[in-house]
Nanobody
Framework: QVQLVESGGGLVQPGGSLRLSCAASGITFSIYSMGWYHQAPGKQRELVAHIDRGGVTNYPDSVKGRFTISRDNAKNTVYLQMNSLKPEDTAVYYC?????????WGQGTQVTVSS
């Protein structure tokens, strides 16, 4: 059974930082591309960071320079370091694993940026 379990969300003030983790089980983690998405109320789910199995990363302009995705294949875990957080980063953050047309999602973790 495939499981992606996110953790690390919470309430943070504008300008603060959070580090999200996503622990994977039931898959050969190292061969999967991994992504982080977020979804704010009433909005579509959007990609915020992606890392392929070779470690190449990409980000949308909205988070470039503030967010960093990384992976530890020995721990079957992908991370999202979020710095300089803004209120508009408030959303549920989801972990995603993808290979070919096989896609898995975590249950999400809430991030709230507010003073």
């Amino acid at each position: 059974q495939v499981q992606l379990v996110e953790s690390g969300g919470g309430l943070v003030q504008p300008g603060g930082s959070l580090r999200l983790s996503c622990a994977a089980s039931g898959i050969t983690f190292s061969i999967y591309s991994m992504g982080w998405y977020h979804q704010a109320p009433g909005k579509q789910r959007e990609l915020v960071a992606h890392i392929d199995r070779g470690g190449v990363t990409n980000y949308p302009d909205s988070v470039k320079g503030r967010f960093t995705i990384s992976r530890d294949n020995a721990k079957n875990t992908v991370y999202l370091q979020m710095n300089s957080l803004k209120p508009e980063d408030t959303a549920v953050y989801y972990c995603n694993a993808r290979i070919g047309n096989r896609v898995y999602w975590g249950q999400g973790t809430q991030v709230t940026v507010s003073s």
